[in-house]
């Protein structure tokens, strides 16, 4: 994983989507921000890639307020928008749905126990 995703990234999707213990709930993954919260028009001031305990990370810095945030380069390749294994839309369109019958779910219905 290169920086493309982070510059090609809309930079107010990435600073909305900070994982950090100020913008998310750690336990829960809850965001504690609105949108609206944060600074008008986000920008990356600069970006760096680091090593993780689960593989790189990369920090950034946001401008305006000096913010860093912290994404895995595995979390980035799996969401950011338009990256190599995201779908070219926005998944609402037509073209993003996958047709399914209850036949194709058998084995793919994720489960629970109530502890957990």
Same mark, same amino acid.
């Given at each position: 994983?290169?920086s493309?995703?982070i510059?090609?990234?809309?930079a ?6 900070c ?5 998310r ?11 609206t ?5 986000? %920008?990356?001031?600069? /970006?760096?890639?680091?090593p !993780?305990?689960?593989? =790189? ?5 946001? +401008?305006? #307020?000096?913010?860093r945030s912290?994404?895995?380069? %595995?979390w980035?390749? /799996?969401?950011?928008?338009? !990256?190599?294994?995201? =779908?070219?839309g926005?998944?609402?369109? +037509?073209? #993003? ?16 126990s109530?502890?957990?």
């Open positions: 994983m290169s493309t995703a510059s090609e990234s809309p107010p999707w990435l600073r909305d989507n994982p950090c213990g100020d913008c709930d750690p336990r829960t993954g809850q965001k504690l921000l609105r949108i919260d944060l600074p008008d028009r986000p %920008a990356v001031g600069s /970006a760096r890639e680091l !993780g305990d689960d593989g =790189p990370v990369w920090e950034v810095v946001w +401008e305006p #307020d000096g913010h912290r994404y895995p380069a %595995a980035l390749a /799996a969401h950011c928008p338009g !990256g190599p294994h995201r =779908p070219r926005d998944g609402r369109t +037509e073209d #993003d749905k996958e047709l399914w019958a209850a036949a194709d779910l058998t084995g793919r219905l994720p489960g629970a109530w502890d957990a």
